[in-house]
């Protein structure tokens, strides 16, 4: 009975492992997409310093309140 407990708790950990990698690999993925929309949408070819500039003011206001005035903006 023990080792069969053992066995299961072992296929349980491995099971976590694999769920774990799953999850950094999804992660990643979603982070390359991330940048590809910054990229698509132009902001990489800013210069450095107003791309700065504009990352202290969305982390300053929220991501929200930027998202509300660009769409009121448009």
Do not use: C, F
Request: without cysteine.
């Amino acid at each position: 009975m023990a080792k069969s407990l053992d066995a299961e708790q072992a296929a349980i950990e491995a099971d976590e492992r694999k769920l774990a990698e799953r999850r950094k690999a999804l992660q990643a993925k979603q982070r390359e997409a991330a940048i590809a929309a910054v990229e698509k949408a132009g902001l990489l070819r800013m210069p450095i310093d107003r791309l700065e500039g504009l990352m202290k003011a969305v982390k300053k206001l929220g991501l929200e309140t930027v998202e509300k005035r660009l769409e009121a903006s448009a």
